[in-house]
């Protein structure tokens, strides 16, 4: 062999061991990062044994002798398994993500700092009652003591070069406030429709605050009134977790639940079925599924849990069961502020008052200075949005700037310990500002339903509108009281639903404000009322089901337009469809087609990239019912479209695209880890899955909720869904 032969084969084999090495090495830190699930562990702070046993599917069980111990014990377990996401949670929460992301998030950071998480949690932790503060403190002590028992990280901070801080009590409460605001953010229109009347004028961004519809129902039955390198690494990260500066790690964003009495069901049991929509892309997924037994309260609680919080959010006790679904009713008020020329004073019905300015500094990693800014606050709140070329300016003030987050934890963790309706009703009305409708039912056979969240008192109503900040006129005057809350217990034709729909009209002495869907709720009072008895088994299906009953309203759309149009065969089958969004369904695809298309055509020209907004039934009610301004493409400055030209034009991009494909081709979904972006590690630890076919839309219990993929026009991806399932009959709790 000659020599550079023996050379190559020297370096060859080196290279090849180097490699092996670092597989080595890298699987012994991932195995060293996994969480111990058999043996004893020792901690001096635990006041008794605790015990932790795992079912066949993994579910870990709690028993503890104290609370101390038993939340203690949680927060170990979440350290355990979702350190990172916990980690990422209250970075977002407090405004923290660029000190680990860097710039690319920093926008991210500004926004929550200003609207305050941060703030209120520094100033409830110190009003915190003794009891509440020693249940946080034990959940925190459970966290810190896994990370400092633990032999390795999880991988993500290794890749991302960053240590753990130990969790506090402060932490627990951001988190806390941040959760329940995201509840409402994510249906208010608030926001949207006060940057587009800024872009088209208040009156014509004003007729895209559709009133529900007349043809939707309600959720308390009308036959109830109310009643009782590194960084281009960590920018690649950044970018995977905030893809247009969404915010991951929220626990609600729609749902369904329903419940059923005794004399409906099989069992002759009351049962209630939940399935809680969220991000369906990331893994890990948002819940923690676990089961929580204190022998000292004689607490039996099972259900699922917000990693970074110590509350069984939705499950059972063994006599009551509950769960919840994002309500839409408006809790902000966005004012339109007058601000002096120096931006230090700002108009108020009393004169021009001095703006409170906090100085604020957010790290940013990479960089060795602090970015610096100002938050500014008026009486109403800090300002969010500021339109420089208008000179223009809106604060914000939101229910959960007003409500008492310690009332708000107790009420979290009484919730493990409700029993009867009257005291549900009490705790889910003091879960700060989470905007929710909550079901319940019980082992007695009671079924109920409250709407929790804090319904301000409006002397004027906004219409989802910027209002004026320096007149009283749009100033809240307090919250309703709870019998003026939405509510219905034990109604007389058995069973009760909830799928972001409105809660009520008839029975309210106000008008009840916010932004309500008018879909799935079809489906689920066409299914309740079906049959005279429903089984489990029944409850499972309806969760699977992917009819989509609101579609079929626009058959007499897209039919008339098919014939029209010469395609009398496909608007025969059109006309037959079913509604099954069914990955094979070609009437599926053509449905989805033609209202994103009419969408696009309609909206694009004034609102650009806003058009997005524009849901499914809004879109309709202007298709039939106008301004009909809105179909004229304003680019086009010699033409004036009508609505049956853009009708039409959708109609025909539509065949064009859908041709002889399915939904399936059309929607897909992808699950996958945020650091699934780097190549090797996504690899080695299967960290993406995907893309699937995907069935189901927004108006179909088995929900999909989907947008247009911006890097292939006309196809899209599944992004919300159910996060977690869940079916309870009394008849057997266990099962």
């Known amino acids: 062999m000659s020599t ?73 377990l979440h350290a355990s398994e979702r350190l990172f996401q916990m980690d990422m949670t209250r970075r977002v929460a407090q405004g923290r993500l660029a000190d680990l992301l860097g710039p690319t998030v920093l926008n991210i950071d500004i926004h929550q700092r200003t609207v305050g998480h941060d703030r209120i949690a520094r100033q409830f932790v110190s009003k915190l009652s003794p009891e509440n503060r020693a249940r946080l403190q034990a959940y925190a002590d459970g966290i810190n003591s896994y990370v400092k028992t633990c032999d390795a990280l999880p991988f993500e901070f290794q890749l991302l070069q960053k240590k753990f801080t130990p969790w506090t009590v402060y932490d627990c409460v951001s988190v806390f406030s941040f959760q329940t605001w995201f509840s409402d953010y994510l249906m208010s229109p608030d926001a949207f429709l006060t940057k587009v009347s800024d872009k088209i004028g208040y009156e014509k961004a ?71 929509h969220l991000e369906t892309t990331r893994l890990p997924q948002f819940w923690y599924y676990l089961g929580l037994h204190i022998k000292e309260t004689n607490a039996h609680v099972l259900g699922i849990t917000t990693p970074g919080l110590p509350f069984v959010t939705m499950g059972h006790n063994t006599q009551a069961a509950w769960a919840f679904t994002v309500s839409g009713v408006d809790v902000n008020e966005y004012y339109h502020e007058k601000i002096n020329a120096d931006s230090s004073l700002y108009l108020s019905p009393e004169g021009w008052k001095p703006l409170t300015v906090i100085p604020q500094e957010i790290h940013v990693s990479g960089q060795e200075k602090p970015y610096r800014f100002d ?88 219409g989802n509108m910027p209002v004026p900040g320096w007149t009283h006129e749009y100033d809240w005057k307090g919250f309703r009281s709870l019998d003026e809350t939405p509510h219905a217990y034990n109604p007389p034709r058995g069973w009760l639903a909830t799928c ?95 209202i994103n298309r009419l969408r696009h055509l309609t909206f694009d020209d004034e609102l650009g990239a806003q058009s997005s907004h524009i849901g499914r039934s809004d879109l309709e009610a202007v298709y039939r019912h106008g301004p009909a301004e809105w179909f004229d493409d304003i680019r086009t400055k010699d033409v004036q479209e009508t609505r049956d030209t853009i009708a039409l034009r959708a109609l025909k991009q539509t065949i064009e695209i859908s041709g002889k494909k399915t939904w399936g081709d059309f929607q897909t979904l992808t699950m996958q880890h945020p650091l699934a972006v780097v190549p090797g590690v996504s690899t080695l630890l299967h960290l993406k899955h995907g893309p699937f076919p995907w069935a189901g839309s927004a108006g179909t219990l088995n929900a999909s909720f989907f947008f247009e993929d911006p890097k292939q026009p006309n196809h899209f991806l599944s992004t919300v869904g159910p996060s977690w399932r869940f079916v309870i009959d009394f008849n057997d709790v266990n099962a």
């Open 4 to 76: 550079s032969k023996r050379i190559f084969t020297i370096l060859g084999g080196l290279a090849l061991l180097i490699i092996i090495a670092a597989g080595i090495s890298i699987y012994v830190v991932l195995q060293n990062s996994l969480p111990q699930q058999e043996g004893e562990l020792h901690f001096a702070s635990l006041n008794h044994k605790v015990e932790i046993t795992f079912d066949a599917k993994d579910i870990p069980q709690i028993w503890a002798q104290d609370e101390h111990d038993g939340y203690f014990a949680m927060g170990y």
């Open 206 to 276: 004003r007729s895209l605050n559709i009133p529900y519809p007349k043809w939707a129902p309600f959720c308390t039955p009308p036959d109830v009134a109310a009643q009782t390198n590194a960084s281009s690494f960590r920018e690649m990260v950044a970018k995977a977790l905030f893809a247009d500066q969404d915010l991951p790690f929220r626990m609600a964003n729609s749902s369904n639940s329903w419940v059923v009495a005794p004399f409906k069901s099989k069992s002759g049991k009351a049962m209630l079925a939940s399935d809680p």
């Open 375 to 462: 938050i500014r606050l008026t009486e109403h709140g800090p300002l969010v949005f500021e339109n420089d070329s208008l000179q223009k300016h809106y604060s914000l003030h939101w229910a959960g700037y007003d409500v008492d987050l310690n009332a708000s934890c107790s009420a979290g963790f009484h919730l493990a310990y409700t029993t009867n309706f009257e005291d549900f009703r009490h705790d889910v009305t003091r879960f700060g500002a989470l905007d929710a409708n909550w079901t319940y039912a019980d082992v007695k056979g009671n079924i109920g339903y409250q709407l929790g969240t804090p319904v301000a008192i409006r002397p004027a109503d906004s």
């Open 500 to 594: 972001n729909n409105k809660q009520d009209d008839a029975h309210l002495s106000y008008k009840l404000i916010g932004n309500f869907a008018s879909d799935r709720i079809l489906r689920i009072n066409q299914l309740l009322s079906s049959k005279e008895k429903f089984s489990v088994q029944d409850m499972y299906d309806f969760q699977m089901d992917i009819t989509d009953a609101y579609l079929l309203r626009w058959k007499d759309i897209i039919v008339p337009l098919l014939k029209q149009t010469g395609h009398d065969s496909l608007s025969a089958a059109v006309q037959n469809w079913n509604g099954k969004m069914s990955t094979d369904s070609h009437e599926a695809a053509l449905f989805s087609q033609f």
